[in-house]
């Protein structure tokens, strides 16, 4: 028997073909401060994985809540936001926004239409501009999602 056989024999084809193998992707799921905080206060009490099974969290994600709990509870008696300050992603360039944020407020105003690709069209036009100015090796390509997050 060579190397091949052997490890065609290991492989459990139910496993794979059922879609509990590695290649199955988990729905994310966003938690409040306050259920974060629960969690967390469970965790404390009973253990980490005691927590992540009943509430159904991932024992990971428990471990990093411990870690920010600070966090949270300064978050909790701030705002009503479910993500940390400094969450997401960052801009490209400030400037950026703000020039086609200006443009788009002058277009309306002499009430013309704006659509998708003229709005694409210019970001990638403006962005061309103060890329050459700053001298960055970005890359930005104005894509739909790009687009929908600056709709108001």
Known sequence: MNNLEI??????VETLSNGEG?????ARH???????LEVI?????????VAHKRFGVCRGSVIQWIKQEESFLAMNKKSTKSRLP?????LLNSNLDEEIFEWFNELRKKKQRVTRRMIQTKAKELYSQFNI???EKTIFVASNGWVQTHKA
């Open 7 to 12: 490890i065609d024999e290991e492989i459990d």
């Open 22 to 26: 590695p290649s199955e992707k988990k």
């Open 30 to 36: 966003s938690y409040t401060v306050e259920k974060k």
């Open 41 to 49: 206060q469970f965790a404390k009490k009973y253990g980490n994985n």
């Open 86 to 90: 400094g969450a997401g992603r960052h």
């Open 133 to 135: 100015l700053e001298e």
